[in-house]
């Protein structure tokens, strides 16, 4: 499944660990948390950790069911923001997630079209300030990701109304305050 210009993880035993003397720095708590993740999933029917930090303060997973799980804790840490997409099981192809929240509301989308259950949102401060991130697993290396990651791009404390962002790429409407919009 190896693709140019992507991360293959074959999950098993490939993820990236961003330990605590080389993780994010600055990070504070917020309400406002933005992303996007093209994947190309290899195999299904497994927990399998997109995005994990510490204690499971924040995540982004494949549930066994096949959806995709956004979690996050305050500094309690009780689960303030639980979110749900509809399963994904085609493992032939690329998809979009695109997701925002900023405390009073979520936004995600799959390949473009909204796709968003609602489990719990509290109108609270995420704990971004976690020492240990991992991507592709968790930081202890369980619930690996089978496929490939592209264009991962987390923003902890910015909200982009991906509904405008969505108007913007699909129905060609120039709105200048979302030009920013970048990938890393």
Same mark, same amino acid.
């Given at each position: 499944m190896?693709?140019a210009?992507?991360?293959t993880f074959?999950?098993t035993?490939d993820? $990236?660990d961003?330990a605590?003397?080389?993780? $994010?720095s600055?990070?504070? %708590?917020? !309400? +406002?948390?933005?992303?996007?993740?093209?994947?190309?999933?290899?195999g299904i029917g497994?927990?399998?950790e997109? +995005?994990? *930090?510490t204690?499971g303060n924040? $995540?982004?997973e494949?549930?066994?069911a096949? @959806?995709? !799980?956004?979690?996050?804790?305050d500094?309690n840490?009780t689960t303030?923001?639980d979110?749900?997409s509809?399963?994904?099981?085609?493992?032939?192809?690329?998809? @979009? $997630? =695109?997701?925002?929240?900023?405390?009073?509301?979520?936004h995600l989308?799959i390949?473009?079209?909204s796709?968003l #259950?609602? %489990? #719990?949102?509290?109108d *609270?401060?995420i704990d971004? #300030?976690?020492?240990?991130?991992? &991507?592709?697993?968790?930081v202890?290396?369980?619930a690996p990701?089978?496929?490939c990651?592209?264009?991962v791009w &987390?923003?902890?404390?910015?909200y982009?109304?991906?509904?405008i962002i969505?108007?913007?790429?699909? =129905?060609? &409407?120039?709105i #200048?305050? /979302?030009?920013?919009? /970048?990938? +890393?």
């Amino acid at each position: 499944m190896a693709t140019a210009n992507a991360a293959t993880f074959d999950g098993t035993n490939d993820f $990236l660990d961003l330990a605590a003397e080389s993780d $994010l720095s600055g990070n504070a %708590n917020s !309400k +406002l948390w933005t992303g996007s993740i093209w994947f190309n999933r290899g195999g299904i029917g497994t927990s399998q950790e997109l +995005l994990h *930090a510490t204690g499971g303060n924040v $995540l982004i997973e494949f549930r066994i069911a096949n @959806h995709i !799980k956004i979690l996050a804790k305050d500094t309690n840490p009780t689960t303030i923001l639980d979110l749900d997409s509809s399963a994904i099981t085609d493992t032939s192809g690329w998809h @979009h $997630l =695109l997701f925002s929240v900023n405390g009073t509301e979520d936004h995600l989308y799959i390949d473009d079209v909204s796709d968003l #259950t609602v %489990n #719990t949102h509290t109108d *609270a401060e995420i704990d971004f #300030t976690q020492n240990n991130h991992a &991507i592709g697993a968790t930081v202890a290396g369980s619930a690996p990701f089978d496929g490939c990651l592209a264009e991962v791009w &987390i923003a902890y404390g910015v909200y982009f109304d991906t509904d405008i962002i969505w108007a913007e790429r699909f =129905l060609d &409407i120039n709105i #200048t305050k /979302c030009k920013t919009f /970048c990938f +890393l």
